[in-house]
Nanobody, 117 residues
């Protein structure tokens, strides 16, 4: 079974930056569509950024131009660079893997990002 473990969250001031990491197991990055989601208090979980197995990226409108998703296949790692952070970016950020060829999906446990005014 695939396991995803996020790290890198923390408390930052508005305008600051963070890099989130997602460690993956099972050497799935060649087959998986990877994504970052977030969930704020009182809000539904929403997609933030997605990176397909063939390298295509997609971003939620509110983060496009500020966040960057990337991966390192050799290290089995996925990253999310968060720049120009705003208080409304405060949420728990989750790593997600979708393996369409295997009809399987996986979630990490999340990492907290808090942006102060």
């Amino acid at each position: 079974q695939v396991q995803l473990v996020e790290s890198g969250g923390g408390l930052v001031q508005a305008g600051g930056s963070l890099t989130l990491s997602c460690s993956t197991s099972g050497r799935i990055l060649g087959l998986a569509n990877m994504g970052w989601y977030r969930q704020a208090p009182g809000k539904q979980r929403e997609s933030v950024a997605n990176l397909t197995y063939h390298g295509r990226t997609n971003y939620q409108d509110h983060v496009r131009g500020r966040f960057t998703i990337s991966k390192d296949i050799r290290k089995n790692m996925v990253y999310l660079r968060l720049n120009e952070l705003k208080p409304e970016d405060t949420a728990v950020y989750y790593c997600h893997a979708d393996l369409p060829r295997l009809s399987a999906t996986y979630w990490g446990q999340g990492t907290q990002v808090t942006v102060s005014s």
